[in-house]
T-cell receptor, first 115, second 113 residues
Framework: EAGVAQSPRYKIIEKRQSVAFWCNPISGHATLYWYQQILGQGPKLLIQ????????DSQLPKDRFSAERLKGVDSTLKIQPAKLEDSAVYLC?????????????FGPGTRLTVL | QQQVKQSPQSLIVQKGGISIINCAYENTAFDYFPWYQQFPGKGPALLIAIRPDVSEKKEGRFTISFNKSAKQFSLHIMDSQPGDSATYFC????????????FGSGTKLNVKP
């Protein structure tokens, strides 16, 4: 079974620039999550999709972050404009209550550095 | 409000020793408690998980102990090996269709050879 794919793996940008991350979940997984993991902290949920609908985006800074999951498969997370405090690893995860219960499967993450 | 509190922040154990990481949660509606292991440059991967209807679950050298009344659970790594050196996260969620996880802050384990 192929895992969760993410790209790019690393990104360095200047503050106020824009950046986009891409995630392809495990095939058949209806639920997709984007997490922000700041160095030394646990993953913090930014947004959760069920198929192509948003279930939870309460922690998403909507003035600068946006995400979409067209056709209920892959997803993109965008930051525009980036701030220094956005430097973190952005993790994508997917799950399927039908296939594997409550386990969330994580991708390798995208490490973002904002200068 | 932090839903899951994890300690210690870092842990150094000698090879062959026992590593113990503790977590406490607030919401009594939580009923799924996984532990994730994360190596540098990798995403977290499920290590072991427990539901509150049992007090202990063991898989190989890894054991979760669960205390429902105290709202605490812990990960024990027996015979710790240098290959266990990683960051460990506890989490909690409700068994509903949303499957939202609340993660602890992580414990960086270093097993000395």
């Amino acid at each position: 079974e192929a895992g969760v794919a993410q790209s790019p793996r690393y990104k360095i940008i200047e503050k106020r620039q824009s950046v986009a991350f891409w995630c392809n979940p495990i095939s058949g997984h209806a639920t997709l999550y984007w997490y922000q993991q700041i160095l030394g902290q646990g993953p913090k949920l930014l947004i959760q999709f069920q198929n192509n609908g948003v279930v939870d985006d309460s922690q998403l800074p909507k003035d600068r972050f946006s995400a979409e999951r067209l056709k209920g498969v892959d997803s993109t997370l965008k930051i525009q404009p980036a701030k220094l405090e956005d430097s973190a690893v952005y993790l994508c995860a997917s799950s399927s209550l039908v296939i594997r219960g409550h386990e969330q499967f994580f991708g390798p993450g995208t490490r973002l550095t904002v200068l | 409000q932090q839903q899951v509190k994890q300690s210690p922040q870092s842990l150094i154990v000698q090879k062959g020793g026992i590593s113990i990481i503790n977590c406490a949660y607030e919401n009594t509606a939580f009923d799924y408690f996984p532990w994730y292991q994360q190596f540098p440059g990798k995403g977290p991967a499920l290590l072991i998980a427990i539901r509150p209807d049992v007090s202990e679950k063991k898989e190989g050298r890894f054991t979760i102990s669960f205390n429902k009344s105290a709202k605490q659970f812990s990960l024990h790594i027996m015979d710790s090996q240098p290959g266990d050196s990683a960051t460990y996260f506890c989490a909690a969620s409700k068994r509903d269709n949303f499957n939202k996880f609340y993660f602890g802050s992580g414990t960086k384990l270093n097993v000395k050879p």
